[in-house]
């Protein structure tokens, strides 16, 4: 059975970093676009980042840009998001994503999510 | 301010259908068949219910549609249930500099 597991969210304060996790199962996590997309409390979805199969190529939104950065281990089927520089917006329950078949552009598979929350 | 516009709110009786729309602009919605559409029941992850405009993935009901026409993409929802209740949020690739964007949601109220 196919699954995705986030972990890593806390508290952390304004300008502190975090390091979150997305351990996958059940399918052949190497061959998938995997997904960042994060949800604030009581907020509509946001897409934050992207990362190929191999993990050459990422792509970020604007609001990200600079301060995460996405990568994954395909020895341990687990995806990563760091980041660095948090603000108090960047709080949001971040979602892992699989994409649906071959197309970056289809979250077809999510985890329940890891909540982030940065404040003093 | 979300990039596609979504009603707010959309409600129907058991059987009804309804429809939601998504309007974005020649960058997004209008320029592309990368359209899709997901489902927020309350307290669970989204799950995708439509993908390049109006396809289904395996397992989603076929009472669930969807078309675009110019910048406006829609999905319409044929005889409602109570299960339906959810929020629905459409997404477009985007030409712009983050190439993925979500409307702002829709509250899907069963009456």
């Known amino acids: 059975e196919m699954q995705v597991l986030e972990s890593g969210g806390g508290l952390v304060q304004p300008g502190g970093s975090l390091r979150l996790s997305c351990a996958a199962s059940?399918?052949?996590?190497?061959?998938?676009?995997m997904s960042w997309v994060r949800q604030a409390p009581g907020k509509g979805l946001e897409w934050v980042s992207s990362?190929?199969?191999?993990?050459?190529?990422?792509h970020y939104a604007d609001s990200v840009m600079s301060r995460f950065t996405i990568s994954r281990d395909n020895s341990k089927n687990t995806l990563y998001l760091q980041m660095n520089s948090l603000r108090a917006e960047d709080t949001a329950v971040y979602y892992c994503?699989?994409?649906?078949?071959?197309?970056?552009?289809?979250?077809?598979?999510w985890g329940q999510g890891t909540l982030v929350t940065v404040s003093s | 301010q979300s990039a596609l516009t979504q009603p707010a709110s959309v409600s129907g009786s058991p059987g009804q259908s309804i429809t939601i729309s998504c309007t974005g602009t020649?960058?997004?919605?209008?320029?592309?068949?990368?359209v899709s559409w997901y489902q927020q029941q309350p307290g669970k992850a989204p799950k995708l219910m439509i993908y390049?405009?109006?396809n289904r993935p395996p397992g989603v009901s076929n009472r669930f549609s969807a078309s675009k026409s110019v910048n406006t993409a829609s999905l319409t929802i044929s005889g409602l249930q109570a299960e339906d209740e959810a929020d629905y949020y459409c997404?477009?690739?985007?030409?712009?500099?983050?190439?993925?964007?979500f409307g702002g949601g829709t509250k899907l109220t069963v009456l």
């Open positions: 990362l190929s199969g191999s993990g050459a190529i990422t």
């Open positions: 059940g399918f052949s996590f190497s061959s998938y676009v």
């Open positions: 020649t960058s997004d919605v209008g320029g592309y068949k990368y």
């Open positions: 994503a699989k994409a649906l078949g071959s197309d970056w552009s289809y979250f077809g598979y």
């Open positions: 997404s477009s690739y985007t030409s712009s500099s983050t190439p993925w964007v």
């Open positions: 390049d405009v109006s």
